[in-house]
Nanobody, 121 residues
Framework: QVQLVESGGGLVQPGGSLRLSCAAS????????MGWYRQAPGKQRELVATITSRGSTNYVDSVKGRFTISRDNVKNTVYLQMNSLKPEDAAVYYC???????????????WGQGTQVTVSS
């Protein structure tokens, strides 16, 4: 089995910063893409940012220039540095990783449990 555990969420004032972390553990042979998604109340889950195993990144337009995704392939961890936070960034943030397990033949998506980000004064 594979587990993804997120940390770093919390309450921050508008304009503030937070850094989310997501560590993958368990039966891991290789991790392909990793990413962050978010879901606000009453809205669908949306992609925030992704990063390939080689470090290529992709962002939703609303966070470009404010958020930075990175990863540590040795620690199997993905990060999301969020700066200049806005009230509309408030949501539950989920990490995602495409993982091939030892003995496996393909990559499968795994999700973390989510971490709450609240942006309010």
């Amino acid at each position: 089995q594979v587990q993804l555990v997120e940390s770093g969420g919390g309450l921050v004032q508008p304009g503030g910063s937070l850094r989310l972390s997501c560590a993958a553990s368990g039966n891991i042979f290789s991790i392909n893409d990793m990413g962050w998604y978010r879901q606000a109340p009453g809205k669908q889950r949306e992609l925030v940012a992704t990063i390939t195993s080689r470090g290529s990144t992709n962002y939703v337009d609303s966070v470009k220039g404010r958020f930075t995704i990175s990863r540590d392939n040795v620690k199997n961890t993905v990060y999301l540095q969020m700066n200049s936070l806005k009230p509309e960034d408030a949501a539950v943030y989920y990490c995602n990783a495409d993982v091939m397990s030892w003995g496996g033949l393909d990559y499968y998506p795994y999700w973390g449990q989510g971490t709450q980000v609240t942006v309010s004064s």
